[in-house]
């Protein structure tokens, strides 16, 4: 059974940089037999992916997101991170970290509890 978990949320103001941390369990972060993903979900919308991080450094990241998140991994520390560049009040959203299968945007086998981000001045 994987297990992730989620830290590094909380209240950031608008421009700020936030890094989130996905501790994960029960599987080889160099495992491929899953890549190590990214989504989100605001309140009153879908939820939605952000970027997968695949063995072999290959990343992926949805066009929306392209260009102001990184995705990257520790693998000594079994950590999967997540950082979000000059951030605005339409990022508060509660960030999952989960793994899965697949190129681009993975079926979710597992899901982490998820970390709330909240961007106000």
């Known amino acids: 059974q994987v297990q992730l978990v989620e830290s590094g949320g909380g209240l950031v103001k608008p421009s700020q940089t936030l890094s989130l941390t996905c501790t994960v369990s029960?599987?080889?972060?160099?495992?491929?037999?899953?890549?190590w993903t990214w989504f989100r979900q605001a309140p009153g919308s879908e939820r939605e992916w952000i970027a997968a991080s695949h063995n072999g450094g290959t990343e992926y990241y949805a066009k929306s997101m392209k260009g102001r998140v990184t995705i990257s991994r520790d693998h000594a520390k079994h950590m999967v991170f997540l950082q979000m560049n000059t951030l605005a009040p339409e990022d508060t959203a509660v960030y999952y970290c989960?793994?899965?299968w697949g190129i681009g945007e993975p079926r979710v086998a597992y899901w982490g509890q998820g970390t709330q981000v909240t961007v106000s001045a």
């Open positions: 989960a793994a899965g």
């Open positions: 029960g599987a080889s972060i160099t495992t491929r037999d899953y890549a």
